[in-house]
């Protein structure tokens, strides 16, 4: 058997002594809860409503964006009727040979910088990407010099000199001025295939 050790019980209360529980504190308590729930409105408003807020904002645009897609759509689907409307203000309804001619201010600033400066003109004539001129009071050499300088156009195809007479259809001598008929295809700026 075993032996009961010999303690003395408390047999008397004494209540003129407080007895402290530091546990349930209010003093302690209070405080600690008040931190508490702050740290918690914290975390609630940093971590999860303002997570929660941006994302709708997201949300939001992307709803927007979506919305202006769908009436994008909506307009566009009108596109092959405005086409038809303003198809007559671009390239498409040229024909082929139409489409392949030089641009007409290409060709004057041509003649503007390459035979004006160096030739009186007498006459042109710009038919199908071709231009026939006929220049006045110009040296062979400087003819010569005309045609070098057309090449450098890029613009110019082939350059031909036809007829290079004196005024007056005497015995050509050197540095005589003479009248010179000059032939210039240009290029082609469109050769075909889709039309813009």
């Known amino acids: 058997m075993k032996k009961i050790k010999n303690t003395s019980l408390k047999r008397t209360l004494n209540l003129a002594v407080k007895e402290k529980n530091k546990g349930n504190d209010p003093k302690v308590l209070l405080p ?54 303003y198809e007559h203000y671009t390239y498409s309804f040229y024909n082929d040979d139409e489409l392949a001619l030089v641009d007409i201010d290409d060709l004057f600033t041509t003649i503007d910088r390459e035979i004006m400066p160096k030739a009186q003109i007498k006459s042109f004539v710009f038919e199908s990407n071709v231009l026939n001129t006929v220049i006045d009071n110009l040296t062979l050499k400087d003819v010569s010099l005309i045609v070098s300088d057309l090449y450098k156009s890029p613009i110019v195809d082939t350059v031909t000199v036809s007829t290079a007479t004196t005024n007056n259809g005497q015995k050509l001598s050197q540095g005589q001025n003479v009248t010179a008929t000059i032939t210039v295809t240009l290029k082609s700026k469109y050769s075909g295939g889709d039309k813009q």
Not at 40 to 52: E, P, Q
């Open 32 to 85: 600690a809860a008040i931190i508490t729930a702050v740290l918690i409105a914290a975390f609630c408003k940093f971590a999860v409503i303002d997570r929660l807020n941006a994302a709708n904002d997201v949300y939001s645009e992307i709803n927007y964006l979506n919305q202006q897609a769908e009436m994008l759509h909506k307009e566009n689907e009108q596109y092959d009727n405005v086409k038809d409307n």
